[in-house]
């Protein structure tokens, strides 16, 4: 069975949210100073500390296309030990490794 994309559902039931959240995710996306890598590693980081592996293992491709290193994906979600325990290395290390090996 093919996965369902919650977004694209989102959009299609309930657009004006949908463009709300886009609209904030832009807003974002356009303040600050960091660059395309940081926030990407932050977020693989956030969401492997809360054990979510399909939100890492889709951003994994953006980090790597912003210029993350398998290293520095590898870094950001140990890191996640300290605060989060083991849920993040426990659930997504190795969907992750898996993932940016796959597009070497």
């Known amino acids: ?5 919650p977004f694209m559902v989102l959009k299609q039931e309930a657009p004006e949210v949908s463009d709300a959240f886009n609209g904030l995710l832009s807003a974002i996306a356009a ?6 890598k940081t926030r990407q590693l932050i977020f693989i980081g956030i969401k492997s500390s809360q054990g979510d592996v ?8 953006m980090a790597k296309q912003a210029g993350a290193s398998r290293e520095e994906i590898l870094d950001t979600i140990i890191m996640t030990l300290a ?3 083991t849920q993040g290395v426990a659930s997504c290390l190795v969907p992750a490794l ?5 597009l070497s």
Not at 31 to 36: A, V
Not at 54 to 61: E, G, K, L, N
């Open 1 to 5: 069975m093919a996965s369902v994309n």
């Open 31 to 36: 303040k600050g100073s960091l660059d395309d």
């Open 54 to 61: 399909s939100a890492v293992t889709s951003h994994i491709p």
């Open 83 to 85: 605060i989060s325990g």
């Open 98 to 102: 898996e993932c940016i090996d796959s």
